[in-house]
């Protein structure tokens, strides 16, 4: 029998609850695999740090997505959101499950349609859709959602010389009780400048309106505001089946649904406290099927959530580098995974789990990325287990916009793997080298040398 690790004593401060036998215990279940997949067989296959995706989560999630939407409402079609993660693994999964592509970006676009996505099975968001990218959507038959009057003008000036006419959707804000409000994209509901653009598109032959589109904010942690804004907009399709005899084909309620992370400062934990899919449709089609469409009219409903769908499915998988006393004698561990991989902890106070298994016994621990900048804090302060150098960790739910926000700074971007249905491990996006920097980089004939 092998003599036991020593585990000095600690004291530790208990601030609420009763506490057992042995105190007032903190349990950190580990995660030693994902999907049956040895956690530590991946890390020494492809390297630490690691994101790891899972598709049987990604398609499971998608599935109750849909469900809980469908079966409330005849007619519904999820986009996903190309911002929330455009790996084009990922990407393709969610087109497999039956997902149109949501993009806000010219370069997004062309990356939907090089994914083979039908161009009239892309929906084209964002304040800035240049020229050429217009020409293309228009050409491709794109749903176009309209920003802004400059933008309702460019189309108008382009359709002139084109032989399709743009499918065009707008793009509407509003007061749906939220502070602050989400005003900047779109046009407003209660000011009228709404019902301006869309009186000027009916007003104009070249154009073909079929659609209308809200995205009330992002991480919405209550349903009441899609009570709100479902019935804002199926008063604005019905003023337009009453005023022109004009019947839109959909109404697109954008996204926003929280995932399970916990916002900074949450009191409760996201995973007790986030709407479940079906309380977000229960608000959304409630107030649609009140209204008064004519049920030979009534408009498929489009979802754009993309957070809500990925990010259980992911996670960062890496190894603790150091541990450390700060000033005020506060523990400190070192990761080998920074801000510049996990954006989402400027926003969630992220759920890290030791990579094996270890003491129960824990510690205030301040948890830092290995950048050489103050601002590199997974962490704050959490009861963590009292891991070694070289021990793994595994952060969960991190599969949305750490994969498009992320840096290459001071450290260079890891593999990306996916587990496939059959536990098949797959690189789907391969680590960077010098090399993949140096390849863009010229230096000119008088700087060679040195």
Not at 143 to 164: A, P, Q, R, T, V
């Given at each position: 029998?092998?003599?036991?690790?020593?585990?000095?004593?600690?004291?530790?401060?208990?601030?609420?609850?009763?506490?057992?036998?042995?105190?007032?215990q903190?349990?950190?279940?580990?995660?030693?695999?994902?999907?049956?997949?040895?956690l530590?067989?991946?890390?020494?296959?492809?390297?630490?740090?690691?994101?790891?995706?899972?598709?049987?989560?990604?398609?499971?999630?998608?599935?109750?997505?849909?469900?809980?939407f469908?079966?409330?409402?005849?007619?519904?079609?999820?986009?996903?959101?190309?911002?929330?993660?455009?790996?084009?693994?990922?990407?393709?999964?969610?087109?497999?499950?039956?997902?149109?592509?949501?993009?806000?970006?010219?370069?997004?676009?062309?990356?939907?349609?090089?994914?083979?996505?039908?161009?009239?099975?892309?929906?084209?968001?964002?304040?800035?859709?240049?020229?050429?990218?217009?020409?293309?959507?228009?050409?491709?038959?794109?749903?176009?959602?309209?920003d802004?009057?400059?933008?309702?003008?460019?189309?108008i000036?382009?359709?002139?010389?084109?032989?399709?006419?743009?499918?065009?959707a707008?793009?509407?804000?509003?007061?749906?009780?939220?502070?602050?409000?989400?005003?900047?994209?779109?046009?407003?509901?209660?000011n009228?400048?709404?019902?301006?653009?869309?009186?000027?598109?009916?007003?104009?032959?070249?154009?073909?309106?079929?659609?209308?589109?809200?995205?009330?904010?992002?991480?919405?942690?209550?349903?009441?505001?899609?009570?709100?804004?479902?019935?804002?907009?199926?008063?604005?399709?019905?003023?337009?089946?009453?005023?022109?005899?004009?019947?839109?084909?959909?109404?697109?309620?954008?996204?926003?649904?929280?995932?399970?992370?916990?916002?900074?400062?949450?009191?409760?934990?996201?995973?007790?406290?986030?709407?479940?899919?079906?309380?977000?449709?229960?608000?959304?089609?409630?107030?649609l099927?009140?209204?008064?469409?004519?049920?030979?009219?009534?408009?498929?409903?489009?979802?754009?959530t993309?957070?809500?769908?990925?990010?259980?499915?992911?996670?960062?998988?890496?190894?603790?580098?150091?541990?450390?006393?700060?000033?005020?004698?506060?523990?400190?561990?070192?990761?080998?995974?920074?801000?510049?991989?996990?954006?989402?902890?400027?926003?969630?106070?992220?759920?890290?789990?030791?990579?094996?298994?270890?003491?129960?016994?824990?510690?205030?621990?301040a948890?830092?990325?290995?950048?050489?900048?103050?601002?590199?804090?997974?962490?704050?302060?959490?009861?963590?287990?009292?891991?070694?150098?070289?021990?793994?960790?595994?952060?969960?739910?991190?599969?949305?916009?750490?994969?498009?926000?992320?840096?290459?700074?001071?450290?260079?971007?890891?593999?990306?793997?996916?587990?496939?249905?059959?536990?098949?491990?797959?690189?789907?996006?391969?680590?960077?080298?010098?090399?993949?920097?140096?390849?863009?980089?010229?230096?000119?004939?008088?700087?060679?040398?040195?």
């Amino acid at each position: 029998m092998g003599k036991k690790p020593f585990e000095r004593p600690v004291i530790t401060k208990i601030n609420a609850g009763m506490p057992a036998k042995f105190g007032l215990q903190i349990r950190h279940d580990p995660i030693t695999d994902i999907d049956g997949v040895p956690l530590q067989s991946l890390m020494d296959q492809y390297g630490s740090p690691l994101f790891v995706y899972s598709e049987k989560t990604i398609r499971q999630t998608y599935i109750e997505a849909y469900r809980a939407f469908s079966s409330r409402y005849p007619n519904v079609l999820l986009a996903w959101s190309y911002k929330t993660n455009y790996i084009n693994a990922i990407c393709n999964i969610f087109h497999q499950e039956g997902a149109w592509a949501e993009v806000v970006s010219g370069f997004e676009y062309r990356k939907a349609l090089k994914n083979g996505v039908n161009g009239g099975h892309i929906i084209f968001n964002g304040p800035y859709k240049s020229t050429d990218d217009l020409i293309l959507a228009i050409n491709n038959e794109s749903l176009i959602h309209i920003d802004h009057f400059d933008e309702l003008y460019d189309i108008i000036e382009i359709s002139k010389s084109m032989e399709k006419k743009p499918k065009v959707a707008v793009r509407v804000n509003m007061d749906i009780g939220i502070y602050p409000a989400w005003d900047r994209f779109g046009f407003n509901y209660e000011n009228g400048e709404a019902w301006d653009a869309l009186n000027r598109i009916m007003h104009y032959e070249n154009l073909e309106l079929v659609g209308l589109h809200t995205h009330i904010g992002t991480y919405i942690m209550s349903t009441a505001p899609y009570k709100v804004a479902s019935k804002k907009m199926a008063d604005l399709a019905i003023g337009l089946a009453r005023k022109f005899n004009h019947h839109i084909q959909y109404i697109d309620m954008g996204g926003g649904f929280a995932s399970k992370n916990t916002l900074k400062g949450g009191y409760y934990p996201g995973s007790d406290t986030t709407p479940s899919f079906d309380d977000y449709a229960e608000a959304i089609i409630s107030e649609l099927m009140k209204a008064e469409f004519a049920p030979d009219h009534l408009p498929m409903l489009i979802l754009e959530t993309g957070r809500a769908l990925i990010d259980d499915a992911g996670y960062l998988a890496g190894t603790v580098i150091a541990n450390k006393r700060l000033a005020d004698g506060q523990r400190a561990s070192i990761l080998d995974a920074g801000v510049n991989l996990l954006f989402t902890s400027f926003w969630y106070d992220h759920d890290i789990r030791p990579g094996k298994d270890v003491s129960d016994q824990t510690e205030e621990t301040a948890i830092f990325g290995p950048l050489c900048m103050n601002i590199d804090v997974i962490r704050k302060s959490t009861a963590f287990p009292l891991l070694k150098k070289g021990d793994p960790f595994v952060i969960k739910r991190v599969g949305a916009y750490n994969n498009t926000q992320w840096l290459q700074f001071i450290t260079m971007r890891p593999n990306v793997v996916l587990i496939d249905l059959k536990g098949k491990v797959h690189i789907i996006r391969e680590k960077e080298t010098l090399e993949t920097l140096n390849q863009h980089e010229y230096t000119p004939d008088h700087l060679q040398v040195i």
